[in-house]
């Protein structure tokens, strides 16, 4: 099944959860799981975000609903994202993605025409 990372957040809602359960985290992901998807691992973390969940579903549809389900179990803002192992692209997609970021950033799509290699490192800055 497809990867999901789920960056979260507690809500005043959920600090008070938490504070009376000190599993709630771990209630929650066992009390949202389902055939269509699951809680992998949680890991609490420093910075922008009080957590990081991995999960697995079958697809978008039963992630957004996992995210939700998960959200108002454990009192959570959650931001989910799709993950995709990078040794799953083919060389065609790797060299599909790098050209779509370089058209994002206004860069040259390809290699410089007069470089002598195909060097896909962003240009130096000319000034």
């Known amino acids: ?3 999901y990372v789920m960056l ?3 809500t005043g809602r959920g600090r008070r959860m938490g504070h ?3 599993n709630l985290l771990s209630d929650a992901a066992a009390a949202v799981e389902t055939a269509a998807g699951k ?3 949680q890991y609490a973390v420093l910075g922008r975000y009080d957590f990081v969940i991995i999960t697995e579903a079958a697809d978008n549809q039963s992630a957004v609903r996992l995210s939700l389900e ?3 179990a454990a009192g959570l ?3 989910t994202l799709p993950a995709l192992h990078i040794g799953v692209l083919s060389d065609e997609e790797h060299i599909s993605v790098l050209r779509d970021a370089a058209v994002a950033m206004n ?3 390809g290699p410089d ?3 002598e290699t195909d060097d896909w490192r962003i240009p130096d800055d000319p000034d």
């Open 20 to 22: 009376d359960n000190p």
């Open 70 to 72: 998960l959200g108002l």
């Open 77 to 79: 803002n959650i931001e």
């Open 8 to 10: 979260a957040n507690l």
């Open 1 to 3: 099944m497809p990867l």
């Open 113 to 115: 025409e007069s470089a």
């Open 39 to 41: 809680v992998l691992t």
């Open 107 to 109: 860069l040259p799509a």
